[in-house]
């Protein structure tokens, strides 16, 4: 603890002196989080982060997620210096998106559009027409569907099903989940709701279909915060990374919220519900990059101007 409240000294004071912001993410562990309110800097879902970086008057964005919200962060920011506490800090849905399988992809079905999650690298970026996040994808594809395009989906199979199911649109999905919602069991959550009958069920649409199918809400992170708070019900049973219960508790102080399980049996591991490469963000590996200057975002500048056009796309977006 002392030592914990030295780094957090630390970090305030490099912040300063570098002129920098810190942009966390929901999924960060709490005391990130923490700082991150507490320096002026913002707590938020990919969307709002890459909104957040882009508009603030800091020169260098201090990105504490994964690696693909610091490459957002970047190409709307090329003039802005981005740091992340360790560039190591990936995501299950870029790995399992290299660009040349999917671009092959796409270049298989040149009569569609192609939509990708924002939880992608630069270079599918670049390929893609759209990029989204689960608060804007529904309505993005509610109008690319009445506009008559048919899609090509990636890489979230179980976000693209959920929207497909909604919409109705035409989409074909690429192949990949989430390792962390993914683990998220229907079974679990059927017998934690014959202890709490009166829960209200809140799913990340990363979730599978029959967890999904189970929610009373379905939602982004900023939209499950939001019906936390404003959902009757005392108790919430929420299927997303559990590091979400710090800003979801300060939204409802006097709710009972309660991880939905990662197996059949109601029981849940320690390590799950909880994202390994969120949790590679650290107040020591902050206070090092704010130090030293490494970890910084490189994007090449061609392949930035590219990407920057289906991004753009999502930020300017009206319904
Ligand atoms: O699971 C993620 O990485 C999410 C929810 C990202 C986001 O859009 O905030
Ligand atoms: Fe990627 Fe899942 Fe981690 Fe989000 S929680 S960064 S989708 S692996």
Not at 205 to 226: F, K, Y
Request: a negative charge.
């Amino acid at each position: 603890p002392a030592e914990q409240q030295a780094l957090k000294q630390d970090i305030r004071q490099l912040l300063r002196q570098e002129d920098a912001v810190l942009v966390a993410h929901y999924y960060c562990d709490p005391e990130i989080q923490a700082l991150a309110e507490e320096t002026g800097g913002c707590v938020a879902d990919s969307l709002e982060m890459a909104r957040f970086g882009r508009d603030h008057s800091a020169s260098t964005l201090l990105v504490a997620g994964v690696r693909f919200m610091g490459e957002t962060a970047k190409i709307l920011s090329p003039e802005k210096r981005v740091l992340m506490p360790t560039l190591e800090a990936t995501c299950s849905l870029d790995l399992g998106c290299p660009v040349d399988e999917f671009s092959q992809f796409c270049d298989q079905h040149p009569d569609r559009t192609v939509v990708v999650y924002a939880n992608t690298s630069a270079a599918v970026k670049a390929r893609a027409d759209w990029v989204v996040t689960s608060s804007i994808a529904l309505q993005v594809v509610t109008h690319l569907k009445e506009q008559g395009k048919k899609l090509i989906w990636g890489p979230d199979k179980h976000l693209g099903h959920y929207i497909q199911q909604q919409t109705g649109a035409d989409m074909i999905l690429w192949d990949s989940a989430c390792i962390v919602h993914d683990e998220f069991k229907a079974k679990g959550v059927e017998d934690l709701k014959k202890v709490h009958p009166d829960a209200a069920i809140l799913v990340h649409p990363e979730s599978p279909d029959s967890v999904v199918q189970m929610a009373d809400v379905v939602g982004s992170t900023s939209q499950l915060i939001a019906a936390a708070r404003d959902l009757a019900n005392d108790t919430l049973i929420v299927a997303t990374d559990k590091a979400i219960f710090y800003k979801m508790q300060q939204a409802a102080p006097d709710k009972l919220l309660i991880e939905a399980p990662t197996a059949g049996n109601g029981a849940t591991c320690r390590s799950c519900a909880h994202c390994p490469w969120m949790g590679m963000n650290e107040l020591r590996n902050m206070r090092d990059v704010l130090k030293t200057g490494s970890q910084e975002i490189i994007i090449e500048e061609g392949l930035r101007q590219r990407a920057v056009i289906s991004l753009d796309r999502m930020l300017t977006f009206t319904p």
